[in-house]
């Protein structure tokens, strides 16, 4: 019973036809929302982190060079 349900024999060549273009825009469409477009989320997550990542190293860098001169100043105004 079930095996006559799902048999593609007894299908025209038309409806075979309609029947393989649905499954393959459901494999397409599974494709693109479960593998292609997470992946294309996730590489411009992480190019974004890499964009704030680089700021806050461009930030500690230039906090730690004044410091660095404050330091700097401050050794000389007690070593006069």
Not at 45 to 54: E, H
Not at 58 to 67: G, P, S, T, V
């Amino acid at each position: 019973m079930i095996r006559d349900l799902i048999s593609m024999k007894r299908l025209s060549k038309r409806e075979r036809y309609a029947v393989y273009g649905a499954l393959l825009a459901l494999t397409g469409f599974i494709l693109i929302q479960f593998v292609i477009l997470p992946a294309l989320e996730e590489k411009a997550r992480m190019k974004r982190m890499v964009q704030f990542k680089t700021e806050v190293l461009r930030d500690m860098k230039r906090l730690k060079a004044e410091y660095e001169a404050l330091m700097e100043n401050a050794d000389i105004s007690k070593h006069p």
